[in-house]
């Protein structure tokens, strides 16, 4: 298991993203060029995730579209279990997820090995290895420089919840300093953590911008069932705000954010905020339309769930981008948008 992988659960209190478990696998199978370790997934595997699921949607922020998912679920479970193939199984219950909860957050992943190796394989990896680990990645940092005519260009991979992924946002606005405006490119970004979310739009105004507003409800444990817990029906607001930063590298400079239909998650919240107070124009196309804050969570083994557990509301609008995307103040294809972006700044 790579660590980037182990990051995604032990930093993961919230997380607004779906990716995860699935880019890692891939990019382990790519790779290593090994043959997948899931023919070791048996039907009783499969069993313990759709019982666990059930249990762990006690969680769900929605819990008004619980009974209909759980009914769909006990309706469709002998389907589920025929599929003998893992990868056709986890679909086949992420399809039946969209359709009744319509939450693009709420996933069932596939683990690149076995939990209970994992943890008979040792302690998980210290912050200093996650940190050594991100670095490669360059902590989501794709790319940052001065295009001709002094316009600063970032592009984000991902937006990384590791606490030194700051660091990283700093560096790499420090290379564009003196630009006359920024292009923000979260085209091919799914989202990820707060650390680096925070931090960016901690340099995109002089002062630090209120982000948004996370409802909560509150969960207390469940006496009869160690998996699930009881929603009374309150919730809890937590204000997020963006970094105190010393010195912003534009607090004023014109900002343009290019998005797509992948643009997910943390990206939407970047896109939306900076729109939804007038900070950045968005070109592009609309966004993919999750906004509901998530935790990773264990179905046993070999599976997990990307589970809502929070809806976001910005205090510009009241509301959010959750399955309408972020409509872009440009309409653009996804790759004729820097090129949109750079004819606007002149």
């Given at each position: 298991?790579?660590?980037?992988?182990?990051?995604?659960?032990?930093?993961?209190?919230?997380?607004?993203?779906?990716?995860?478990?699935?880019?890692?696998?891939?990019?382990?199978?790519?790779?290593?060029?090994?043959?997948?370790?899931?023919a070791?997934?048996?039907?009783?595997?499969?069993?313990?995730?759709?019982?666990?699921?059930?249990?762990?949607?006690?969680?769900?922020?929605?819990?008004?579209?619980?009974?209909?998912?759980?009914?769909?679920?006990?309706?469709?479970?002998?389907?589920?279990?025929?599929?003998?193939?893992?990868?056709?199984?986890?679909?086949?219950?992420?399809?039946?997820?969209?359709?009744?909860?319509?939450?693009?957050?709420?996933?069932?992943w596939?683990?690149?090995?076995?939990?209970?190796?994992?943890?008979?394989?040792?302690?998980?990896?210290?912050?200093?290895?996650?940190s050594?680990?991100e670095?490669?990645?360059?902590?989501g940092?794709?790319?940052?420089?001065?295009l001709?005519?002094g316009?600063?260009?970032?592009?984000?991979?991902?937006f990384?919840?590791?606490?030194?992924?700051?660091?990283?946002?700093?560096?790499?606005?420090?290379?564009?300093?003196?630009?006359?405006?920024?292009?923000?490119?979260?085209?091919?970004?799914?989202?990820?953590?707060?650390a680096?979310?925070?931090?960016?739009?901690?340099?995109l105004?002089?002062?630090p911008?209120r982000?948004?507003?996370?409802q909560?409800?509150?969960?207390?444990?469940?006496?009869?069932?160690?998996?699930?817990?009881?929603?009374?029906?309150?919730?809890?607001?937590?204000?997020?705000?963006?970094?105190?930063?010393?010195?912003?590298?534009?607090?004023?400079?014109?900002?343009?954010?290019?998005?797509?239909?992948?643009?997910?998650?943390?990206?939407?919240?970047?896109?939306?905020?900076?729109?939804?107070t007038?900070?950045?124009?968005?070109?592009?196309?609309?966004?993919?339309?999750?906004?509901?804050?998530?935790?990773?969570?264990?179905?046993?083994?070999?599976?997990?769930?990307?589970?809502?557990?929070?809806?976001?509301?910005?205090?510009?609008?009241?509301?959010n981008?959750?399955?309408?995307?972020?409509?872009?103040?440009?309409?653009?294809?996804?790759?004729?948008?820097?090129?949109?972006?750079?004819?606007?700044?002149?």
């Open positions: 298991m790579t660590l980037r992988h182990v990051m995604t659960a032990a930093l993961g209190a919230v997380v607004l993203s779906c990716q995860g478990p699935a880019a890692v696998l891939a990019q382990e199978a790519a790779a290593n060029g090994a043959a997948s370790p899931h070791a997934i048996t039907g009783a595997h499969r069993a313990r995730a759709l019982d666990t699921l059930d249990r762990r949607l006690a969680h769900y922020v929605m819990h008004e579209r619980t009974p209909a998912i759980r009914a769909r679920l006990a309706a469709r479970r002998e389907a589920y279990l025929e599929l003998t193939d893992p990868e056709a199984f986890r679909q086949a219950i992420n399809a039946d997820l969209l359709a009744v909860s319509g939450d693009r957050h709420l996933q069932v596939i683990e690149p090995r076995s939990r209970d190796d994992v943890i008979a394989g040792g302690p998980p990896p210290t912050m200093e290895q996650m050594a680990q670095a490669t990645n360059g902590f940092v794709r790319e940052a420089r001065v001709d005519g316009v600063g260009y970032l592009d984000l991979a991902y990384s919840g590791h606490p030194d992924a700051g660091a990283a946002i700093d560096a790499a606005l420090a290379k564009l300093a003196g630009s006359r405006a920024l292009i923000l490119d979260l085209r091919n970004n799914g989202g990820g953590g707060e680096a979310l925070r931090r960016l739009m901690g340099h105004a002089g002062e911008m982000l948004e507003d996370i909560m409800r509150r969960c207390a444990p469940d006496p009869a069932d160690p998996e699930g817990c009881v929603q009374d029906g309150t919730r809890d607001v937590q204000e997020r705000y963006a970094d105190a930063v010393a010195a912003p590298a534009f607090p004023d400079q014109p900002v343009y954010v290019l998005t797509s239909g992948g643009s997910f998650s943390a990206a939407e919240a970047a896109a939306y905020g900076l729109q939804a007038g900070r950045a124009t968005v070109v592009g196309e609309v966004t993919g339309g999750g906004a509901n804050p998530s935790i990773l969570m264990d179905l046993g083994p070999w599976f997990s769930v990307v589970m809502p557990i929070g809806e976001a509301r910005h205090p510009a609008t009241g509301a981008w959750e399955g309408v995307g972020v409509r872009p103040d440009v309409a653009a294809p996804a790759d004729r948008a820097l090129e949109e972006a750079l004819r606007r700044i002149g």
